[in-house]
């Protein structure tokens, strides 16, 4: 949907940026999310972790879906980027409350982090059966962190995959390698649109699977997924140091 607000037109948002406080859409996103998470619940293995992109507006209705279908919470991923639309004045009186933003303009976007309870005694216990429990740290030295200095999908990815809500591999890649702690077991992006996730597990040599109902985003990420798997090969420094699954 192509906001214009505040005497500017700007790109085109997903549906869910513009939910507003009616009860009743509240409560859909509650119970997708309580429903999805549920399914999501039976798939996973124990100690398998979530990752959910949300927005500060929504993300309160998220978490309680999440906590509701079974998840643990673990947290929340802090992304630094300016994407979100804010700092708008009020609409239809822009001149006459010029000093004024009705919501302050968004800097960052939070992801979700939810695990799936152990069903071992210990974590080291349930990383020896499942593998799975806790997450990879980038180094020795160098644990994952819950803040990571994102920014805008650069151009040439967006033109790889003109998705409407395309992340950047550079953020990407970092989730992926994080989500499996012993480098093994499977990635699933139940909502692939452009492939983005899985060439980021690509790129990290790591195995995934991707669903998407929409064919022409299906399409998109065929192509696309090689494509933005090969970019950037200096950023394999991160994962070298740890090693890479053996072909």
Known sequence: MPPSFDGHTRQALPRFSVINDDPKERENVYTFFYNWGKEALRILVPGGHMFIASTPLLSDILSSAMRKAGFERRGEI??????????????????????????????????????????????????????????????????FCDLIVSQKTPKIEREIAPHPSIKPQSFLRKLVFASLPLGEGVILDPFAGSGSTLAAAEFCNLDSIGVEKDREFYLMAANSIPRLAELYPMQLSFIQQKGKKAE
């Open 78 to 143: 802090i992304r630094t980027v300016s994407t979100l639309r804010g700092g708008d004045r009020p609409k239809g009186s822009e001149t006459e409350f010029s000093d004024v933003s009705v919501i302050p303009k968004g800097m960052w976007e939070p992801w979700g982090l939810y695990r799936k309870p152990i069903s071992e005694k210990t974590v080291a216990e349930n990383l020896r059966k499942w593998h799975a429990g806790a997450l990879r740290r980038e180094s020795a030295d160098s644990p």
